[in-house]
């Protein structure tokens, strides 16, 4: 028998869950998500999320409270009387009468192998760690953060060269999948959950700011996992003269490279640059205010020459 589900998500990347749920018969009676924000080029227009888009575009309710600690927004979701919530970036944290509300709980698609990478920004942080392999969790949830018991695992490699933005899509469409399977054995009763590992815990903090810059100092394999991790959004960067002013350029993708020379120098007229210890070379870029470009083309309207040095 088909289960009456809440979804709760907010990015791009909970739209296919929501998507497989309700083309697998699920009834979804409704979906919470962030409320609209601020966007545009003055930031004055209140943007929808990509959830609230796509629940709209189905034709389910959608509720966007800023906070669910208050007892009326409580009641209002008990009301629906559902029999499980899937969460899949939410963005709230839920209070202990929400986790409890829904008949069978609520389960977590999480990109990470947990307890490796419990928090925020489990993707990014992966490859910036230079982890070799990653996966989609569902976990029964509880109070603490993605402390869980899982109970459906889908692993899979990080390619060397893989951004951010490519595992982000594989992984959009594994969590589907993966969250369609869990809904299919909690119908049947055979979904079981184990204990998340004691050992081996990391926390993916939200990636900052202020961390965004590249530090030519450091390995050429970390600032390679530096730059893929942040691509394409934030995107790591550097500053380097172009046209006898200093400009920042984002950097989107990366290879690691052969050579040597002072940090941050520019090696040869392909974009390959000196780090502290080894060498990258860059395959895409982004000029402020600009679109992404390959390398090969940037070059073309930017003189960028041996020795010339990113700071």
């Given at each position: 028998?088909?289960?009456?589900?809440?979804?709760?998500?907010?990015?791009?990347?909970?739209?296919?869950?929501?998507?497989?749920?309700?083309?697998?018969?699920?009834?979804?009676?409704?979906?919470?998500?962030?409320?609209?924000?601020?966007?545009?080029?003055?930031?004055?227009?209140?943007?929808?999320?990509?959830?609230?888009?796509?629940?709209?575009?189905?034709?389910?309710e959608v509720r966007t409270p800023a906070s669910l600690k208050g007892e009326a927004e409580q009641a209002a979701l008990r009301a629906l009387r559902a029999d499980v919530a899937v969460v899949v970036a939410y963005g709230l944290l839920l209070p202990k009468a929400v986790l409890e509300s829904?008949?069978?709980?609520?389960?977590?698609?999480?990109?990470?192998?947990?307890?490796?990478?419990?928090g925020a920004a489990p993707i990014q942080r992966a490859i910036m760690a230079g982890d070799r392999e990653t996966g989609m969790m569902v976990m029964r949830m509880e109070e603490g953060l993605d402390t869980g018991p899982v109970g459906l695992v889908e692993k899979c490699a990080i390619e060397?060269?893989?951004?951010?933005?490519?595992?982000?899509?594989?992984?959009?469409?594994?969590?589907?999948?993966?969250?369609?399977?869990?809904?299919?054995?909690?119908?049947?009763?055979?979904?079981?959950?184990?204990?998340?590992?004691?050992?081996?815990?990391?926390?993916?903090?939200?990636?900052?700011?202020?961390?965004?810059?590249?530090?030519?100092?450091?390995?050429?394999?970390?600032?390679?996992?530096?730059?893929?991790?942040?691509?394409?959004?934030?995107?790591?960067?550097?500053?380097?003269?172009?046209?006898?002013?200093?400009?920042?350029?984002?950097?989107?993708?990366?290879?690691?490279?052969?050579?040597?020379?002072?940090?941050?120098?520019?090696?040869?007229?392909?974009?390959?640059?000196?780090?502290?210890?080894?060498?990258?070379?860059?395959?895409?870029?982004?000029?402020?205010?600009?679109?992404?470009?390959?390398?090969?083309?940037?070059?073309?309207?930017?003189?960028?020459?041996?020795?010339?040095?990113?700071?």
């Amino acid at each position: 028998m088909p289960l009456r589900v809440i979804f709760m998500g907010t990015p791009e990347f909970s739209v296919p869950t929501l998507r497989a749920i309700g083309e697998a018969g699920h009834e979804i009676s409704a979906v919470y998500t962030q409320p609209p924000r601020a966007a545009g080029r003055r930031g004055l227009e209140l943007t929808p999320s990509p959830v609230q888009r796509e629940a709209e575009r189905l034709g389910i309710e959608v509720r966007t409270p800023a906070s669910l600690k208050g007892e009326a927004e409580q009641a209002a979701l008990r009301a629906l009387r559902a029999d499980v919530a899937v969460v899949v970036a939410y963005g709230l944290l839920l209070p202990k009468a929400v986790l409890e509300s829904p008949r069978l709980g609520c389960i977590n698609g999480h990109a990470s192998l947990l307890p490796r990478w419990r928090g925020a920004a489990p993707i990014q942080r992966a490859i910036m760690a230079g982890d070799r392999e990653t996966g989609m969790m569902v976990m029964r949830m509880e109070e603490g953060l993605d402390t869980g018991p899982v109970g459906l695992v889908e692993k899979c490699a990080i390619e060397p060269d893989m951004t951010a933005g490519d595992l982000h899509d594989r992984l959009m469409g594994v969590g589907a999948a993966l969250v369609v399977e869990a809904l299919a054995r909690l119908e049947r009763n055979t979904l079981t959950f184990a204990p998340q590992a004691v050992e081996g815990v990391t926390y993916a903090r939200k990636i900052d700011k202020s961390e965004t810059r590249v530090d030519w100092n450091r390995s050429a394999t970390e600032v390679h996992n530096h730059i893929r991790g942040l691509s394409p959004f934030p995107g790591a960067w550097s500053e380097i003269e172009i046209g006898g002013r200093p400009e920042r350029l984002k950097l989107l993708r990366s290879v690691l490279s052969q050579g040597a020379g002072e940090s941050g120098g520019i090696l040869d007229d392909r974009l390959t640059v000196a780090c502290g210890a080894g060498a990258i070379r860059l395959v895409e870029v982004q000029r402020a205010g600009g679109r992404p470009a390959a390398a090969s083309e940037f070059l073309r309207g930017a003189k960028i020459e041996k020795g010339m040095k990113f700071s």
